[in-house]
Antibody
């Protein structure tokens, strides 16, 4: 069974940093691209970043470029999202997602990030 | 960026009825469109991928179709478990973009 378990969220002040992790199991992690998608409270879904299966390629939405870094450790089957210079508009539930031929097929349960002073 | 215009934003349907949600892409996305169902306090679940393909385990009353840049999700014979919010997603190019969502309720 595919499982994606996010961790590392919580309350953080504007301008500070936070690192999210996503532990994957139930599939060969190193064979799949991965992505982060976020959902602000009572809002729709917003793609954040994608990383290729081997980490050689990364893609970001413009509003997080230069502030967020997606990375992975295939030996640990873990995906990361380093978030720097956080803003109030980054407040959202962040989902870790597996990519199967560009299809976002399995989603984690999500982790809440609140940016507030 | 590719805009995905989804309609309706909400709908109330009777059990056993048939209904359709539509997403219109602002550019050609081929068949690179997926549909998701989200229940309250839950993560989205893939229902349809590549416009017309039913994800494993999804009931056959769900179907997807495409007509040019218009994509539709149809539920035949609505059941109570089908309530939730439905989103479309284009994965033709970055940034990936979602429709604004359709909230489906039972009348």
């Amino acid at each position: 069974e595919v499982q994606l378990v996010e961790s590392g969220g919580g309350l953080v002040q504007p301008g500070r940093s936070m690192k999210l992790s996503c532990a994957a199991s139930g599939f060969t992690f190193s064979n799949y691209g991965m992505a982060w998608v976020r959902q602000a409270p009572t809002k729709g879904l917003e793609w954040v970043a994608t990383i290729s299966f081997d980490g050689s390629s990364t893609y970001y939405r413009d509003s997080v470029k230069g502030r967020f870094t997606i990375s992975r450790d295939n030996a640990k089957s873990t995906l990361y999202l380093q978030m720097n210079s956080l803003r109030s508009e980054d407040t959202a539930t962040y989902y870790c997602i597996r990519l199967a031929m560009m299809v976002l097929d399995y989603w984690g349960q999500g982790v809440m990030v609140t940016v507030s002073s | 960026d590719i805009q995905m215009t989804q309609s309706p934003s909400s709908i109330s349907v009777s059990l056993g009825d048939r209904f359709t949600i539509t997403c219109r892409a602002s550019q050609d996305i081929g068949n690179y469109l997926s549909w998701y169902q989200q229940k309250p306090e839950k993560s989205p679940k893939l229902m349809i991928y590549r416009a017309t393909n039913l994800e494993d385990g999804v009931p056959s009353r769900f179907s997807g179709s495409r007509s040019g840049s218009d994509f539709s999700l149809t539920i035949n014979s609505l059941e109570s478990e089908d309530t939730g919010i439905y989103f479309c997603l284009q994965h033709k190019q970055y940034p990936l973009t979602f429709g604004s969502g359709t909230k489906l309720e039972i009348k």
